[in-house]
């Protein structure tokens, strides 16, 4: 949460074609901020329609609200921006005027000091009531539950638990967790992620709730896996088996080598034939700042590699450079992948 909004992921991904092009003026002017015939067409699309102004105010807000420094040539646009922004508001109350100025200009100044917090804890309060663990950005943490089952937390990840007489029960309420169980016949196990319900026969399984989909995969022993919700499933799985269900409903079920099974705990992450929206998925809760993938030809490519997790930065590079993606940092604080 900054000066009063709030940034997310999805800001920069749910994008207008204005605020598309907005972006790529952000780009141009960090790569060529010095050439006067950029400047000028710059100034030339700004002041073509009010949409244009009002993406550009936009995404202005959010690259100072993530900037842990003055934006790369700011007096290039700065001027303009005020311009477009002074005639947008002629026509509103001299109070909502003055609100949207000081959260427009007043987000950068207060920016470093929020960012390093924000990417700890997040931005959703609600989340960090109701869980009984939370993870920040790189953080690994293992928990013992009262049972003497045991839960290894992904970064950026919570989870809730309660018990009863009857039964036990893990909430993923966000990211990955890892789960070693002691069985109990009387007690049954239960991890609830989304749709999804995950029954333990004695096992040790990964549950990921990603924004895509979310995927139970067994590492030892075997889970019974059941949703109640279309598409209804309810199916056993053994070592080395793995389901999926979509956000749009969708059913993926494979086979993974079960040495491999939530290595993120080692730092490690290994893929076959994923795509690279999978991949930039599993990097972004390691990665302090937002990690945006641009283009969604791009984010469908497969690709194949085993990344360093620990080191985000050298796992970004490494994924740009096997399969010819353009990096470009905006700010220490935005880093956006797209076509070279």
Do not use: C
Request: no cysteine.
């Amino acid at each position: 949460m900054f000066g009063g909004f709030a940034v997310e992921t999805d800001d920069l991904e749910n994008l207008t074609p204005e605020e598309s092009e907005a972006l790529d003026w952000v780009i141009s002017l960090q790569e060529e901020g010095e050439n006067q015939t950029i400047r000028q067409k710059f100034n030339i699309w700004l002041h073509t329609t009010e949409e244009n102004a009002r993406a550009w105010a936009k995404i202005s807000r959010i690259y100072g609200a993530i900037g842990e420094t003055k934006p790369v040539f700011e007096e290039t646009w700065r001027p303009s921006l005020d311009k477009a922004t002074s005639s947008m508001a002629v026509e509103q109350a001299a109070s909502g005027r003055i609100m949207r100025r000081r959260r427009l200009y007043g987000v950068t100044a207060l920016a470093a000091s929020v960012a390093v917090g924000w990417l700890v804890v997040g931005s959703d309060v609600r989340l960090f009531l109701q869980a009984d663990q939370v993870t920040g950005v790189g953080q690994l943490r293992t928990v013992s539950l009262p049972d003497g089952s045991t839960v290894t937390l992904a970064p950026r990840s919570a989870i809730a638990f309660t018990s009863d007489a009857q039964s036990r029960t893990v909430r993923l309420l966000q990211g990955e967790a890892w789960f070693d169980v002691r069985h109990s016949a009387e007690q049954p196990f239960h991890v609830v992620a989304h749709d999804l319900d995950v029954m333990d026969v004695g096992t040790k399984f990964d549950v990921q709730e990603a924004a895509r989909e979310t995927e139970v995969s067994v590492e030892s022993g075997a889970v019974r896996v059941t949703s109640v919700n279309p598409p209804t499933i309810s199916e056993d799985l053994v070592a080395g088996q793995t389901v999926a269900i979509s956000a749009d409903h969708l059913v993926r079920r494979g086979n993974a080598d079960p040495t491999m099974i939530a290595g993120w705990r080692d730092g490690v992450l290994t893929v076959q034939n994923r795509t690279i929206s999978d991949v930039v998925e599993a990097i972004r809760p390691w990665h302090r700042g937002l990690l945006i993938l641009r283009g969604s030809r791009l984010g469908t490519r497969r690709v194949t590699g085993v990344y360093d997790l620990r080191h985000p930065q050298a796992a970004i590079k490494a994924l740009a450079d096997a399969y010819g993606i353009k990096i470009t940092r905006i700010s220490p604080w935005l880093v956006i992948l797209s076509d070279s």
